[in-house]
């Protein structure tokens, strides 16, 4: 009901002409750099290049139950995963713990017998998704397309984590989170010798980047 699996890769940080030591007390002219850099290392990358090299891709079987597949995620130490339906040979969309949860919320708030709590905990994810709380299109990325595009993607969608689709193939091949993205773009600005001085004005402005 769940695989995982591996991917080789690495990540390439271009070289860039302007190394930033420091730029004086200008914190607007530091934000507007910053966020040129930000988008230019977005920009320059594939969605699926940042990802470690040991990542693991876990899919859940559309078969499973949700209890089953909350296991699944906690056991994985991940807070989502996308689904594969293997009668339609598609994936049928992003499963998170939110999305349990919130529907074992429902279902002890709704309902008070207990055989039908029981039966309503055992839905596989596939009656889930038939369900109007679980109907919802599979947002994904495509592996060729920039990591810009895939965090506008993340943006306009409210997603914690993205799958990254080799579309030829239609197979997950990362996924996408906050917090590997926000690690690449702190190695990126290191690699361009970019300091930003530790005073609070420039941190709070640098924080709302």
């Known amino acids: ?33 910053v966020r040129r850099m930000m988008a230019r290392a977005l920009r320059d990358h ?3 290049e ?35 339906n293997s009668r339609d040979q598609r994936h049928l969309c992003t499963l998170s713990t939110t999305d349990v949860t919130d529907v074992l919320q429902g279902i002890y708030t709704k309902w008070r017998e207990p055989e039908k709590r029981i ?10 998704t038939e369900t109007s709380m679980g109907r919802r299109p599979f947002v994904f990325a495509n592996a060729e397309e920039s990591l810009y595009e895939a ?3 993340m943006r306009d969608e409210k997603l914690h984590r993205l799958p990254v689709v080799d579309v030829k193939s239609d197979t997950v091949v990362c996924v996408l989170t906050h917090n590997a993205i926000l690690r690449y773009i702190r190695e990126y600005l ?20």
């Open 151 to 153: 965090c506008r993607y």
């Open 50 to 84: 940042i990802m470690p090299e040991n990542s693991r891709v876990v899919i859940l079987s559309a078969e499973l139950t949700l209890e089953a597949a909350f296991r699944a995620l906690l056991e994985n130490r991940i807070s989502g995963a996308a689904v594969w």
């Open 190 to 209: 290191r690699s361009t010798g970019f300091h930003m001085r530790r005073d609070g004005n420039l941190r709070s402005s640098a924080g709302q980047l």
């Open 46 to 48: 594939r969605a699926d």
């Open 1 to 33: 009901g769940v695989s995982s699996g591996g991917r080789q890769g690495h990540v390439q940080v271009l070289p860039t002409p302007q190394r930033v030591t420091g730029v004086g007390d200008d914190v607007d002219g530091v934000c507007l750099l």
């Open 119 to 128: 039966e309503l905990a055992h839905y596989s994810i596939l009656r889930w």
